[in-house]
Every structure is written in C-alpha cells, then in structure tokens.
C-alpha cells in the first residue's frame, strides 16, 4: 500500500511570510497527525484528527498556525505569518483507527515530513 | 505530564560491536512503547512496539525490553553494521491518550 505522501519536501521563506503543508494519508486511515520536530529535538504534536474533525489541538499555537481536513482525506497545515522559531521539520502521520481503536497495537505510519527554513 | 528522556544523545561505535540505547519516562500508565528509525530526509520507521503488559520484543539483531514500573526501556542492538546509522528515536502512547509522546533521540554512527 502507497505510504504517507506529503508536499512540499523544503520550503525557505522568509520570516512574516505565509506557508501551506499538505499530507495524503495511507487511503482509509481515519486518525491524521501534525507533528512539530525542530533540530535535535523529538517530535511534539501539533494537532490530530479523528476523519474531519479535530481531537487535540492544545499544542497548536493557533494565533498563527491553522489545520484542516476536509471531507476526512487529505490535510493541510498553514503558518501566517512566520517566525523564525517555526524552523523545523513538520511531520504527518495517519493510522487506521476503524471501528474499534486497539491502543497497545495500533501504530502510526509516517511521512517523509516538509523541512521548513525561517529566514 | 508524560516527559520521555533517552540516553545518551549521540553514540559513535566500531562496526560488528553490540550497543545498547536506553529510554525513560514518567509516566508509567502507557499503552505501549515504541522504538522507531529516523534517517536524514525521511519520516520515522516503527522499528518495535511493546505492549505494556510485555516484557520484551525482538525483530532481527534488535531486542527491546520494558519496565513499566521503572519508567524504563533499553533497546539492544546486536552485530551493529554501517547500515544501521541513524537516529533512533523512543515514543510512549500515554493511558488516556492517542497520540505519541517522543525522547529528543539517540544518533547512532557505526564506523566501518
């Protein structure tokens, strides 16, 4: 099965600017994930959905950053405007979570994640 | 609040040398535990997963183990090889949560 696609791979902008991530889960995975790892640190979570609606959303510092997931498919994460903190590597993830969510089994699959430059 | 610490930060070995890297968190109510590979331009591999009522899982030369009422995990590394260089990375699920708590990494290096 196709993995987690995300787009794009780099992006370098320069501070106060906007910027747009997108992410393609693995096909009929209902959780999606937004995870933040910045240089030489683990990745924090940003926000997670449950199809289209948002589950957690406590770490998302939500003056500047915004998530959605329309029609429970695709995802895209925005930054307006930019910090040069928000440097990092911003990573989704998918899991299937169907009918019945098996906690101590159930793993999440990975994209190769966008690398963000603030300048 | 679930805090996960792994040690040490960077580790450096001769090929063919056993290692091992190890992991703690502060919250033991977890559902399991996972190890997972991070190389340089690309996303995290799930590497193993230990369910919190198991002791240990193996997959090749890797064996990770956990002890739950100390907060702690080891994951050994048999036969180490060039190919293994990478950042490996801990990450507990946390009772009550679905979401991933992660350690800050161990960047492994094995010289040829």
């Known amino acids: 099965e196709a993995g987690v696609a995300q787009s794009p791979r780099y992006k370098i902008i320069e501070k106060r600017q906007s910027v747009a991530f997108w992410c393609n889960p693995i096909?009929?995975?209902?959780?999606l994930y937004w995870y933040q790892q910045i240089l030489g640190q683990g990745p924090k979570l940003l926000i997670q959905f449950q199809n289209n609606g948002v589950v957690d959303d406590s770490q998302l510092p939500k003056d500047r950053f915004s998530a959605e997931r329309l029609k429970g498919v695709d995802s895209t994460l925005k930054i307006q405007p930019a910090k040069l903190e928000d440097s990092a590597v911003y990573l989704c993830?998918?899991?299937?979570?169907?009918?019945?969510?098996?906690?101590?089994?159930?793993?999440?699959?990975f994209g190769p994640g966008t690398r963000l430059t603030v300048l | 609040k679930q805090e996960v610490t792994q040690i040490p930060a960077a580790l450096s070995v001769p090929e063919g040398e056993n290692l091992v890297l190890n992991c703690s968190f502060t919250d033991s109510a977890i559902y399991n535990l996972q190890w997972f590979r991070q190389d340089p331009g690309k996303g995290l591999t799930s590497l193993l997963l230990?369910?919190?009522?198991?002791r240990e899982q193996t997959s090749g030369r890797l064996n990770a183990s956990l002890d739950k009422s100390s907060g702690r995990s080891t994951l050994y590394i048999a036969a180490s090889q060039p190919g293994d260089s990478a950042t490996y990375l801990c990450a507990v699920t946390s009772t009550g949560a679905n979401n991933l708590f992660f350690g800050t990494g161990t960047r492994l290096t094995v010289i040829p």
């Open positions: 993830a998918s899991r299937s979570q169907g009918a019945t969510w098996r906690p101590h089994t159930d793993t999440q699959y």
């Open positions: 096909s009929g995975h209902a959780t």
């Open positions: 230990i369910q919190s009522s198991q």
